[in-house]
């Protein structure tokens, strides 16, 4: 009987998936693979269960998630299964997987890959395998490896370890040296159909329509929008818009939970609900991305001068290039409401 490779955790991606079967039926690993694609649509998740497959006992599926090999994996204490993501290296085999994502749940993708967690990874791979039949490296936010951790890695992949496969997972792949990519194969995922997503979110309390037109169909930004609590916002945000009162704003920001994480995923929620706003003014409410405020959106739109619009969109400008500095996370939250209260005085049309 033909083995089964069931790669069913994994919404869609079934180009991928035939791509990663052939591999394991085969058994033939390349040193290096670049899972490239939106964030949010399996990637991890695939690394994840491909070093599963390649090493569950299994004769008949794979991965069976019943042995050993696999357990382990799933649970991130196996021995010869790596990971490397924007993190500090101390607890962090801790944490993956809590929450119910391979990424920790304080996640933050503006801090960068090491060259010491490139260097520890490094001197793991001078020892043999403990137990697996085949090694994995899984390296999540790839595109966070320093310049210096990309061309120390480099060295490693010029003469790769016998039976030990890289996995670079990256939604921004242009930022990882030529010299690297021209080493992978390339394995490309692409955002999840409806269906697919609906799937992730049938006992939402979020309509799941919301949920797909505001993450794009990333599963995983669809959660942090939950999970951070960014979806529960939008009323408040809104009757600050409207009735332009600084005192409402004064307390929002107040009570929100100010972490760069979180106040990354609002400034591009508050620029949707402003392209959503600036749609409405131009009376094509049917293409706005919360269609379920629908309502509060045109309210808002009628409530505000083009002027206000326009400034709102350059102020995002800037507190995205903020971001990435050393800014204070409270006065960019200041930043991007300021234009609402600049033009009171204009008559609004």
């Known amino acids: 009987m033909e083995m089964e490779i069931d790669f069913s955790k994994v919404k869609g991606q079934e180009t991928a998936k035939k791509i990663l079967e052939s591999a394991i039926l085969f058994e033939r690993y390349p040193p290096l693979y670049l899972f490239v694609g939106p964030r949010g649509v399996g990637k991890a998740t695939m690394a994840v269960e491909f070093a599963k497959a390649a090493n569950c006992v299994s004769n008949d599926v794979r991965p069976c998630g019943r042995c050993s090999q696999c357990h382990k994996i799933e649970r991130f204490v196996h021995p010869d299964v790596h990971f490397l993501l ?13 929450g119910g994502g391979v990424r920790p749940p304080d996640f933050d993708p503006s801090r960068e890959i090491s060259i010491r967690q490139v260097r520890e990874i490094q001197y793991e791979l001078s020892r043999p395998p403990v137990e697996a039949r085949h090694r994995f490296v899984i390296i999540l936010n790839g595109e966070n490896l320093t310049i210096e951790s990309q061309n120390a890695l480099l060295k490693t992949l010029e003469e790769p370890p016998s039976n030990t496969t890289f996995i670079m997972v990256s939604d921004n792949p242009d930022l990882i040296l030529p010299t690297i990519r021209s080493r992978a194969r390339t394995v490309k995922f692409h955002y999840l159909g409806f269906n697919d997503f609906v799937d992730f979110f049938k006992s939402s309390t979020v309509s799941p329509a919301v949920l797909y037109r505001l993450s794009n169909g990333s599963v995983g930004e669809a959660k942090e929008l ?22 409402l704003l004064t ?20 620029g949707v609900l402003f392209r959503d706003i600036l749609l ?19 309210e808002a739109a009628n409530a505000l001068h083009w002027k206000v619009i326009e400034d709102v969109f350059e102020a995002l400008k800037k507190a995205e290039r903020a971001l990435k500095r050393n800014v204070n996370i409270q006065f960019i939250l200041y930043s991007v409401f300021k234009p609402i209260f600049r033009y009171e005085e204009i008559v609004v049309v």
Do not use: H
């Open 86 to 98: 924007p993190d500090k290296p101390e607890g962090l085999r801790q944490k993956l997987g809590q």
């Open 226 to 247: 939950i999970n951070w609590g960014i979806i529960s916002l939008r009323n408040q945000v809104l009757e600050i818009l409207i009735k332009k009162d600084l005192d």
């Open 251 to 270: 307390a929002f920001i107040g009570e929100l939970y100010v972490e760069k994480p979180l106040v990354s995923k609002f400034i591009a929620f508050y």
């Open 280 to 298: 409405a003014k131009l009376g094509m409410s049917n293409l706005i991305t919360n269609i379920d405020m629908k309502g509060r959106i045109t």
